[in-house]
């Protein structure tokens, strides 16, 4: 697309050759010419805005979200983490401590995220812990935490002391970006449904919020039989969302066609590397920044999607912030999931690389 100058410069050259004399800058004709440029090239903007909207590969926001709509996807909201926490006391009660639904916990910290659990639970007399399904507030990666790191009690039951959460929470997703939206649009492209084959009951487990990825086993347990496995970002879905996607395949499915769907079977693989900062980067920003990237990696693997320590190689790499790293033997070889597998983080230690000696 031409630029405003070059619009203007082609107008004030055709009149020159025309009138044989170039336009004042101040004149009537000089300003009119300034204003028609603008106006041309406004037109000029919107017509390529158009075009790069019409076409999957380019449409953006509002637009892109149409052009999915053409193939009857929607973008994914923002899905809120899982997990547990224990109210705990130092000493037993004579009688017994109600955990109501919906207490809300949270992280310490200068941006505290709160978790509110979903059910609720009885300290019985006698007993110094409880362990309570909750969720994350609000949707988001944000929701995924260590174990040990919900520690503060925003509305604290009575009786009890302290919180923790024993284990992580897991399967919080942010809402769909543009990027993901189109990867999973040209997918659809890619491999056309035809309402009995496996892009038909993949497209149809994804449109549901907390399944990243979806593994189809055709004839699994025999012949009319489909056998899906579902994954979440780095976890496996809740069983809220197995439910929801089981209930609405039973509606889509063929006759005389069982359909099971399951949660893919989680595989934790622990990662220690050593690094060697980027020059001018401290220590604890390139551990930081390779350990955030291991993570990341893991949460971008689909179910049945091996690992393969290249690629997190170059994961780590595309930091900025490390020079150089070297995984230790356990890790050295790349591990192969089944269609039913997941991959998903274990334990990381980063520790410090000297490099090759000079």
Do not use: H
């Amino acid at each position: 697309m031409d630029s405003y100058n070059e619009i203007l410069t082609r107008m004030q050259d055709r009149f020159t050759a025309l009138a044989g004399y170039a336009p004042d800058d101040a004149s009537d004709i000089g300003i009119r010419m300034k204003v028609l440029a603008g106006e041309i090239y406004s037109v000029s903007s919107a017509i390529d805005w158009l075009k790069m909207q019409t076409f999957a590969q380019s449409a953006q926001g509002d637009q892109l979200d149409l052009r999915a709509q053409e193939r009857g996807l929607t973008r994914k909201q923002s899905f809120a983490a899982s997990g547990q926490l224990a109210f705990q006391r130092s000493t037993p009660l004579w009688y017994d401590a109600l955990v109501p639904a919906g207490t809300v916990c949270a992280t310490a910290g200068d941006s505290p995220v709160r978790y509110v659990t979903t059910e609720a639970a009885i300290l019985k007399s006698g007993g110094l812990s409880i362990t309570v399904p909750a969720k994350a507030e609000q949707g988001g990666k944000s929701g995924n935490t260590q174990p040990g790191t919900v520690t503060v009690m925003v509305t604290p039951p009575a009786a009890i002391e302290s919180v923790t959460n024993p284990a992580a929470f897991s399967g919080g997703e942010d809402s769909e970006s543009d990027s993901e939206l189109r990867a999973r649009l040209m997918r659809s492209y890619a491999s056309i449904s035809n309402g009995t084959n496996a892009a038909f009951y993949r497209e149809a487990a994804l449109k549901y919020d907390g399944v990243y990825s979806v593994s189809v086993v055709p004839r699994e347990n025999g012949a009319g039989t489909v056998s899906l496995y579902l994954g979440g970002r780095g976890a496996a879905p809740s069983a809220e969302v197995i439910g929801r996607v089981q209930s609405g395949l039973n509606l889509l499915r063929e006759i005389n066609v069982d359909v099971k769907v399951a949660a893919a079977q989680t595989v934790p693989v622990n990662i220690d590397v050593a690094v060697t900062p980027a020059d001018a980067v401290a220590e604890s920003d390139a551990q930081e920044a390779c350990e955030q990237a291991v993570r990341e990696y893991f949460d971008d693997l689909s179910v049945g999607e091996p690992v393969i320590v290249t690629a997190l190689g170059v994961k780590i790499f595309e930091t900025g912030k490390i020079k150089n790293y070297i995984f230790n033997t356990s890790v050295t070889a790349d591990r192969k999931m089944s269609a039913g597998q997941l991959a998903v983080c274990g334990t990381v230690k980063v520790g410090y690389y000297a490099g090759v000696s000079q």
